[in-house]
């Protein structure tokens, strides 16, 4: 059965508002309100620096992708629309409405809002590559409750891995047959792939696309341990790793209410399982979500001075 677009952002909104009322039931007000809290000016400044490197190099990272797709996408112009994305992501429920935003204005600027719109998605996915293959990289060689629990279930691991490898041959095989094929179906096929490989894929984008996600990944690690000292968190780096990379996979869940929910639990739940409190884990993952949106702010100011500098309509008369 299909699911409609509303009632898609519908259950998406209301996933993550329930994981949150969840974590509010069992855990109690105190790891929310403390989350806040423990915020400093000191950290914020952190993150905001942190930020800055994190959305220039996801500017960047688009532009190679909208390059490579044959539209031009000013460096400084990408910086803008990048942190207007970022400020909406995490303000509006569904924690997508910006990256919709900047795709359809850039879009609109080039002439091809459909082009814009599969650059954005290409970038996107460029950074989720990235970021399960270093997460997958951590959590089956650092201890953690993940590593844990694989070695308990290493049969069972053994043929999900099995089961994948399988699934991508088939993947493969459809797609040799996609390449054949002259329907309308295999014509879209063609042109994606034809998008991927321009975008992502050609000598003159995937080491800068690379290097950007690569870069911003450890942006965003960086600020989840920003949140875990001023949360009090002394657990070493490397034994944290691997539950900071678990909160960054899990915020790649499309059920959220801009960015919150999943992060929360998971975090919560690697803590507790880790040996160390579910609450603190909780409080780490709300100090990071506060200090995600303060390095989000300039967007917030990206769109004061646009709606400031648009020309007033006409009086009609």
Request: a positive charge; aromatic letters at 6%; charged letters at 15%.
């Amino acid at each position: 059965m299909r699911v409609s677009r509303s009632r898609w952002a519908w259950i998406r909104l209301l996933g993550g508002a329930g994981i949150i009322a969840v974590l509010w039931w069992r855990l109690g007000t105190g790891a929310f309100v403390a989350g806040i809290r423990v915020v400093d000016a000191s950290a914020m400044l952190a993150a905001s620096g942190i930020g800055v490197a994190t959305t220039v190099f996801s500017a960047w990272r688009w532009r190679l992708v909208a390059a490579g797709l044959g539209l031009r996408l000013p460096l400084r112009a990408a910086i803008a629309d990048y942190y207007t994305a970022l400020f909406l992501n995490a303000a509006l429920p569904g924690g997508v409405l910006g990256d919709v935003n900047r795709a359809v204005r850039h879009g609109r600027e080039e002439g091809d809002v459909g082009r814009s719109v599969r650059a954005v998605m290409l970038e996107r996915t460029a950074g989720q590559v990235v970021l399960v293959g270093v997460g997958l990289a951590v959590l089956l060689t650092v201890p953690s409750p993940v590593s844990e629990q694989l070695d308990v279930y290493g049969p069972a691991a053994s043929i999900v891995a099995v089961t994948a490898a399988v699934a991508g041959l088939v993947v493969l095989a459809w797609g040799a047959r996609m390449r054949r094929g002259t329907s309308r179906v295999a014509g879209a096929a063609r042109a994606g792939a034809a998008e991927i490989r321009a975008g992502l894929l050609s000598r003159r984008a995937w080491p800068g696309v690379v290097l950007a996600s690569t870069i911003v990944l450890a942006g965003h690690l960086a600020t989840f341990l920003v949140a875990a000292r001023v949360a009090g968190s002394t657990v070493p780096l490397l034994r944290l790793a691997p539950l900071m990379v678990l909160a960054l996979l899990a915020m790649s869940v499309p059920v959220n209410v801009g960015g919150w929910g999943p992060r929360e639990g998971v975090t919560a739940w690697a803590f507790g399982a880790a040996g160390w409190s579910a609450t603190q884990g909780l409080t780490v993952a709300v100090a990071y979500g506060v200090l995600a949106f303060v390095a989000a702010l300039p967007g917030a100011l990206v769109l004061a001075t646009r709606a400031l500098s648009r020309p007033a309509p006409a009086p009609h008369g």
